[in-house]
């Protein structure tokens, strides 16, 4: 590091409009898509037939294609290229010397992102571009020990970048103000991440604990 | 030497080390002292002692170890510096309730000067950039300023409390000279200069110094509130110029900003 290394790097806000981008995506669509997608595999607990009533519904919606990739594939790659850029060129852990409880849930926060940016294509890869996907060929795979500990590593992961997500969103844009308004979101976007957990884990368990027919 | 030696070992010592660096551009080196444990000790008294006998552990001969220091009552910031990892004031860091021996370096977020001495000048260009100062210059007098209620002198008087010592800077996981994250210390004082009403009239031009100057690449880490040694709410500051940055986003969409 040189001594003269203090010059100004003003990037006329860039940098700043692209990280209000990164937290309003990662709130709208992603988050409301993950609770939404989560809860609709429940159905899987109801019955195989319902499950893939679901399935072949949304299947069947309008301009799918048009909406899949409008809500969902470019914001998810939005979001996740941008993380993947900025973590590296950003983010020092420092936990060794700074261990106080927010050093914690931010390096969690960009391990998470690591870790969902990975699931997602490979749960794509198996899901989205199975044309005959059923009950029964969703459950093939939860069944085998090593998918069904994968895909509960990935729901957790997600779930924990969306509820610590949804806390640094409402910092981010000034809705939480001061350490107080901060302790009372963290209760909050925390209890809504384990109820979501738990819808998620049900459904998994679902497929998991499924006989083959 | 001999003598010298058992002299000390019949006595308690305190044994630290020192991150050397001589040039700016040059490589560091540690070195390891000791010098004879006294009541009260603090890491500016540690190197006064390695000033007097600047003599390493193993009996080298060296030179006295550069540092910086004003107030020795931790109100101006300059002895700020990494000890025992852990970035602090030395003139109020105490020897006895440190792990031996002691690591003493200086900050590595800042350009090294020599030995533990950094040039902390980013933290003042910063402060430009927000421009920190209330605009009262005039060629005709302006009177009695505004009133300021009591419950707002309380609020500035916590961020006024900064002295620009580094120590959010260095901790923060997000903060480098470099890259265009302006940080926590000019975040607090833009926050501090738009409370006074004076000052206020000049918030639109703080915020869009914070947005230039990447505000938002704070992950919410939060370690430069633990670490202030002033304890400012660096907490509170942050959020609430992320607000302020959220009004000013709103008027440019809208079309209400000029
Ligand atoms: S000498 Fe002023 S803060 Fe330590």
């Given at each position: 590091?040189?001594?003269?290394?203090?010059?100004?790097?003003?990037?006329?806000?860039?940098?700043?409009?692209?990280?209000?981008?990164?937290?309003?995506?990662?709130?709208?669509?992603?988050?409301?898509?993950?609770?939404?997608?989560?809860?609709?595999?429940?159905?899987?607990?109801?019955?195989?037939?319902?499950?893939?009533?679901?399935?072949?519904?949304?299947?069947?919606?309008?301009?799918?294609?048009?909406?899949?990739?409008?809500?969902?594939?470019?914001?998810?790659?939005?979001?996740?290229?941008?993380?993947?850029?900025?973590?590296?060129?950003?983010?020092?852990?420092?936990?060794?010397?700074?261990?106080?409880?927010?050093?914690?849930?931010?390096?969690?926060?960009?391990?998470?992102?690591?870790?969902?940016?990975?699931?997602?294509?490979?749960?794509?890869?198996?899901?989205?571009?199975?044309?005959?996907?059923?009950?029964?060929?969703?459950?093939?795979?939860?069944?085998?020990?090593?998918?069904?500990?994968?895909?509960?590593?990935?729901?957790?992961?997600?779930?924990?970048?969306?509820?610590?997500?949804?806390?640094?969103?409402?910092?981010?844009?000034?809705?939480?103000?001061?350490?107080?308004?901060?302790?009372?979101?963290?209760?909050?976007?925390?209890?809504?991440?384990?109820?979501?957990?738990?819808?998620?884990?049900?459904?998994?368990?679902?497929?998991?604990?499924?006989?083959?027919? | 030497m001999?003598?010298?030696?058992?002299?000390?070992?019949?006595?308690?010592?305190?044994?630290?080390?020192?991150?050397r660096?001589?040039?700016?551009?040059?490589?560091?080196?540690?070195e390891?002292f000791?010098?004879?444990?006294?009541?009260?000790?603090?890491?500016?008294?540690?190197?006064?002692?390695q000033?007097?006998h600047p003599v390493t552990a193993a009996g080298h001969k060296s030179t006295p170890?550069?540092?910086?220091?004003?107030?020795?009552?931790?109100?101006?910031?300059?002895?700020?510096?990494?000890?025992?990892?852990?970035?602090?004031?030395?003139?109020?860091?105490?020897?006895?309730?440190?792990?031996?021996?002691?690591?003493?370096?200086?900050?590595?977020?800042?350009?090294?000067?020599?030995?533990?001495?950094?040039?902390?000048?980013?933290?003042?260009?910063?402060?430009?950039?927000?421009?920190?100062?209330?605009?009262?210059?005039?060629?005709?007098?302006?009177?009695?300023?505004?009133?300021?209620?009591?419950?707002?002198?309380?609020?500035?008087?916590?961020?006024?409390?900064?002295?620009?010592?580094?120590?959010?800077?260095?901790?923060?996981?997000?903060?480098?000279?470099?890259?265009?994250?302006?940080?926590?210390?000019?975040?607090?004082?833009?926050?501090?200069?738009?409370?006074?009403?004076?000052?206020?009239?000049?918030?639109?031009?703080?915020?869009?110094?914070?947005?230039?100057?990447?505000?938002?690449?704070?992950?919410?880490?939060?370690?430069?509130?633990?670490?202030?040694?002033?304890?400012?709410?660096?907490?509170?500051?942050?959020?609430?110029?992320?607000?302020?940055?959220?009004?000013?986003?709103?008027?440019?969409?809208?079309?209400?900003?000029?």
């Open positions: 590091m040189s001594i003269n290394n203090n010059s100004l790097k003003a990037n006329n806000g860039t940098e700043f409009w692209l990280r209000r981008l990164h937290s309003l995506t990662g709130l709208f669509p992603l988050s409301l898509f993950l609770v939404f997608h989560l809860v609709v595999n429940n159905s899987a607990i109801k019955s195989p037939e319902a499950f893939n009533t679901v399935v072949n519904m949304l299947r069947s919606l309008p301009y799918l294609e048009l909406i899949e990739i409008s809500i969902l594939g470019i914001p998810i790659l939005f979001h996740g290229l941008y993380g993947l850029i900025i973590t590296p060129k950003f983010a020092r852990s420092n936990l060794g010397a700074y261990s106080q409880v927010h050093n914690w849930t931010y390096y969690f926060q960009r391990i998470t992102g690591i870790i969902i940016f990975i699931f997602i294509a490979v749960h794509v890869y198996q899901f989205r571009f199975n044309e005959d996907l059923d009950f029964e060929s969703v459950a093939m795979l939860l069944r085998e020990p090593i998918w069904a500990i994968a895909y509960f590593v990935g729901i957790l992961a997600s779930v924990y970048h969306f509820a610590n997500g949804l806390w640094n969103f409402l910092i981010s844009w000034g809705i939480t103000i001061g350490k107080k308004a901060q302790t009372v979101s963290a209760y909050i976007c925390g209890s809504i991440g384990l109820i979501v957990f738990a819808i998620g884990c049900s459904a998994l368990w679902a497929f998991y604990s499924s006989l083959p027919n | 001999d003598t010298n030696k058992n002299a000390t070992e019949s006595q308690k010592v305190v044994k630290f080390k020192i991150k660096q001589i040039t700016p551009d040059s490589e560091a080196y540690w390891e000791e010098t004879p444990w006294k009541p009260s000790l603090n890491i500016i008294t540690l190197l006064m002692a000033h007097t170890a550069t540092y910086d220091a004003n107030c020795l009552e931790e109100v101006c910031g300059s002895c700020t510096m990494v000890i025992n990892g852990r970035v602090q004031q030395a003139c109020t860091a105490l020897v006895d309730k440190l792990e031996q021996p002691i690591t003493i370096e200086p900050m590595s977020k800042f350009p090294v000067v020599r030995d533990l001495m950094v040039d902390r000048k980013r933290m003042f260009e910063s402060l430009k950039w927000i421009k920190a100062w209330n605009p009262i210059d005039n060629t005709a007098p302006l009177g009695e300023g505004p009133k300021v209620s009591p419950e707002e002198q309380e609020k500035a008087y916590n961020f006024s409390r900064c002295m620009t010592c580094g120590c959010c800077l260095e901790s923060c996981p997000q903060w480098s000279s470099d890259e265009g994250f302006i940080g926590p210390q000019a975040i607090a004082q833009s926050v501090l200069f738009n409370i006074h009403p004076t000052g206020k009239s000049l918030e639109d031009e703080r915020v869009k110094g914070l947005i230039d100057n990447g505000l938002n690449i704070c992950g919410n880490a939060q370690n430069c509130a633990a670490v202030c040694p002033k304890e400012v709410d660096l907490i509170g500051a942050i959020s609430q110029a992320n607000w302020q940055a959220t009004k000013y986003m709103a008027k440019q969409i809208l079309g209400k900003g000029h």
